[in-house]
């Protein structure tokens, strides 16, 4: 009998996951409450059923489907459901409940962090829409204000003074699941924030990687991640920092075998923090350009590992040449209707190793304010980052996105 795989959340970013665990054998069931959602189209069966509803999705995996395991892949409101019945069922999981309640929470993370004697930014954690007139003082003006429980950098933006709260908070609580905010110090940082996958082996972190997310600056929301480029020109002396501080997080929380979506930075001052630590799969198809460049399958290994299968190596070249995962999305202040995607085919046949659409002629093109604004991705490799830096600056110009 196949093994049965419960995987929240169907955006588009689940549809490599479903691919994987169908390969080895498995049956999956989707499960959110938009059936329209992509991944749906490619999963055994769909549930229509609210991810963040613990105990709906607990009474459907347990008592209906009876699965084998389950998981939220690039999906951060799915990942406290899935880490609750994971220990309510037994099944395999990154880390406890408790650790996954305090990961995904952006407050109590940064409390966490700050009680622990990590690298951590001020921050305090806000809810409903008064202004915290009273602790006005106690942040480095400019912030951030961001949603406590949200992902994709929905709902973020730099604060200049007090004065611009109201709207940026009213911002974050648009898109906070639980009505709740964080303000937290602004950082000034050196060279490139890193976001990357890594994956943990009976609690010992055996493969972290480090890369520079770029942004546009252009962007209605420039801090949505719009390029991630392997490998880091982050200096070796912070990477080993960081992988030492985040195998210290991970024995704190007793964290098990899994994947983690990883965010890191260094300031001007040259001090490395680990900003975000989440039991899933990052966006922007992290994994999958990871193992274009470094060849570690941390995909297949995530479905291996939530159903209780043996665990490939988790191994890892040096990266192959440089490498870009490219968010395609509409330029500044373009809105309209898809027609289609012109490529230079200079650029198209000696770089672009992949492309991945989202959207379809007739679709909706939106201003870029997250990344579900994606118009899809696209992959591309580098015989230098020399190279990489010079074709990509140019890349409105050999890029289009055609709109009616």
């Not at 933006?157 to 602004?186: C, H, M, T, W, Y």
């Not at 509409?330 to 995607?341: H, L, S, V």
Request: proline share 4%.
């Amino acid at each position: 009998m196949s093994k049965k795989l419960f995987l929240l959340g169907g955006s588009r970013y689940a549809v490599p996951v479903i691919k994987a665990a169908r390969k080895l054998g498995c049956t999956v069931i989707t499960c959110d409450y938009l059936p329209d959602n992509a991944a749906h189209r490619f999963s055994d069966r769909y549930e229509n059923i609210s991810i963040t509803d613990k105990d709906a999705v607990l009474e459907e995996a347990a008592r209906r489907h009876k699965a084998d395991g389950i998981m939220s892949f690039a999906c951060d409101p799915g990942v406290v459901t899935a880490a609750y019945v994971a220990e309510k069922m037994g099944l395999p999981f990154q880390c406890s409940h408790e650790a996954a309640c305090i990961l995904q929470d952006k407050g109590r993370f940064r409390q966490f962090l700050k009680e622990n004697n990590f690298n951590t930014p001020n921050a305090k954690k806000y809810c409903g829409k008064k202004i915290p007139s009273g602790d006005i003082d106690y942040f480095h003006w400019p912030v951030i204000v961001k949603p406590s429980d949200s992902a994709g950098s929905k709902g973020v933006a730099k604060v200049a003074g007090p004065s611009d709260l109201g709207e940026a908070i009213d911002r974050a609580l648009q898109n906070s699941i639980s009505g709740s905010f964080i303000i937290e110090d602004f950082l000034d940082f050196s060279g490139y924030h890193s976001s990357a996958d890594s994956f943990s082996v009976d609690g010992r972190m055996e493969f972290i990687t480090y890369s520079d997310q770029l942004f546009d600056a252009e962007a209605e929301n420039s801090y949505v991640p719009s390029k991630i480029i392997w490998p880091s020109t982050m200096a070796r002396k912070n990477q080993d920092f960081l992988s030492s501080e985040t195998q210290r997080l991970a024995e704190l929380l007793h964290m098990g075998t899994g994947i983690y979506n990883i965010e890191t930075c260094v300031d001007r001052s040259g001090r490395p923090y680990l900003m975000e630590v989440s039991p899933r799969g990052g966006g922007c198809k992290i994994a999958e350009i990871q193992q274009l460049s470094m060849g570690v399958q941390l995909i297949e290994n995530e479905v291996r590992r939530s159903v209780g299968m043996p665990l490939l190596p988790v191994k890892a070249h040096e990266s192959d040449g440089c490498w870009c995962e490219m968010v395609i999305h509409a330029a500044p202040g373009q809105r309209g209707i898809f027609q289609r995607m012109e490529i230079d085919p200079a650029v198209r046949d000696r770089y672009v190793k992949k492309l991945d659409f989202a959207v379809q002629k007739g679709d909706a093109v939106q201003p870029f304010t997250g990344a579900n604004r994606a118009l899809g991705d696209m992959f591309l490799r580098f015989a230098s980052r020399a190279e990489l830096d010079e074709i990509m600056q140019h890349s409105s110009e050999w890029l289009k996105i055609i709109t009616a």
